[in-house]
């Protein structure tokens, strides 16, 4: 009987200790952030000179603890600012079968240095459509969809949706 008993005490603590190895490793795994730094040129085709209409986008992401910051930066061919939006808010889930972050915007902020009329075209329609998701339902949700990636050169190509946004991103840190 006490042979039986120790050996029942052995396989619990033992068992205990995977159990508390695993949830670490869970842990320590879910929690790693996803950083990148994405880029994209934008034309806008209705313009009437040559020059006119092209800008420079950079966004950066960071996805970290269940939270996302999107941070769309915008530049005139001169390297000046032409606008900011910034995106704050929660992953709301993520799609393994697609690489795909999908995220609640809870809050956004837009850069007033520049007069909206002359922000790029895709600055208005992103500012634009999330701000019309905010008055219907006080939210705004994207996606991020890695659509081909190379870990070995941190490198992956993303989709950034409702924008409509494909743009090459070095990956600072990620789980792609």
């Known amino acids: 009987m006490a042979k039986w008993l120790k050996w029942t005490i052995n396989l619990t603590i033992l068992t205990a200790l995977i159990v508390a190895c695993g949830v670490i490793y869970l842990q320590s795994v879910s929690n790693k952030a996803v ?19 092209k800008y420079y986008l950079l966004v950066d992401v960071l996805i970290s603890s269940g939270n996302a910051q999107i941070n769309y930066r915008y530049f005139n061919l001169d390297g000046s600012s032409a606008g900011t939006i910034l995106m704050q808010g929660e992953v709301q889930n993520m799609e393994l079968n697609r690489m795909a972050y999908n995220v609640s915007v809870k809050t956004k902020t837009e850069s007033d240095e520049v007069d909206k009329k002359h922000w790029p075209e895709h600055m208005k329609y992103l500012s634009y459509i999330s701000s019309l998701h905010f008055s219907e339902s006080g939210r705004h949700n994207l996606s991020i969809e890695v659509l081909d990636s190379d870990a070995s050169q941190d490198y992956a190509v993303v989709l950034f949706q409702p924008s409509n946004t494909v743009c090459g991103c070095r990956i600072v840190n990620s789980r792609i």
């Open 35 to 53: 950083i990148l730094n994405c880029s994209s040129e934008l034309f806008d085709r209705h313009a009437q000179r040559a020059d006119d209409g």
